[in-house]
């Protein structure tokens, strides 16, 4: 069973409101071993006027303060990593290393919530573009910040955009974008990095994790290893969210273990 969750966001990050000692006590509740908070920081985000405080910045020394507490209280009772969420964008690559080398993070996803700094959640990044062409875009700017910034561990929601597509995933499949896909997952595959299977697809409707399905048997047929496992839960109902469907799947697919990191290197678990 899938018994770590390594994404996890508490009111360290602007768009949650719960306590980290609330997420803590439902993943125990849950029976998890390990979990991982993974707060979000996604420097030059466009901030609206009147919603200054979603900014996606997170106060570190404050995080890593209070996440020691709760590591030392509930010792014996569950495994407390400490994680970031890096919003990517090439030209943040410097800024993101000088913050990692300040802190002694477990685990660092790298993502995608801007592409040259606009925000798929808006629906004017659909504007004047089909939704196909976003989506590569999208996928595009991926790649540029793999090889761009090295640091991270697991790379998070590789579609995330599908989430706010006009039409969602309604006419979105891995075949229909496979060479920029193959692209990110072979980069991952030598770059030595994860895939994050994020089940967060499912509370948005989806019927499916980020990745879809496909994506992750084509990472599997590329000979990707390194699977790392993250609900994105803001509260704690959604915590371990669907996990046992992935548990499922990975087994049909072949697969013996998922990844959690400490100290940002791999460990694997057994499913």
């Not at 990745?211 to 839960?233: C, M, N, V, W």
Request: glycine share 6%; proline share 4%.
């Amino acid at each position: 069973m899938i018994l770590s969750d390594c994404h996890i966001h508490t009111n360290h990050s602007s768009d949650s409101d719960t306590a980290m000692e609330s997420m803590i006590l439902a993943a125990i509740h849950k029976g998890l071993k390990t979990i991982c908070f993974t707060e979000h920081l996604d420097l030059d985000f466009p901030v609206d006027k009147g919603n200054e405080a979603l900014n996606f910045r997170v106060n570190i020394p404050e995080y890593q303060r209070e996440l020691m507490m709760m590591k030392e209280k509930y010792s014996g009772k569950i495994e407390i990593l400490f994680g970031i969420e890096l919003g990517l964008m090439p030209y943040l690559a410097p800024r993101y290393e000088r913050i990692i080398k300040e802190f002694s993070f477990d685990f660092i996803i790298g993502s995608s919530h801007l592409v040259d700094g606009a925000d798929p959640y808006q629906p004017a990044f659909f504007q004047n573009v089909s939704e196909d062409e976003a989506y590569y875009h999208y996928f595009e700017s991926i790649v540029e910040n793999i090889n761009s910034f090295k640091s991270f561990s697991s790379y998070g929601h590789i579609d995330y955009i599908v989430r706010y597509g006009p039409n969602r995933n309604t006419d979105y499949s891995y075949h229909k974008f496979a060479d920029i896909l193959d692209k990110i997952l072979t980069s991952l595959i030598e770059n030595g990095k994860a895939l994050e299977i994020n089940t967060s697809g499912f509370r948005y409707g989806l019927m499916q994790p980020h990745p879809h399905f496909d994506i992750i048997k084509r990472y599997r047929q590329l000979h990707g290893e390194l699977i790392t496992i993250g609900s994105d839960a803001h509260t704690p109902e959604y915590i371990g969210y669907h996990f046992k469907k992935i548990d499922k799947f990975l087994t049909t697919l072949g697969y013996k273990y998922y990844t959690i990191y400490k100290n940002n290197s791999p460990i694997m678990i057994n499913i």
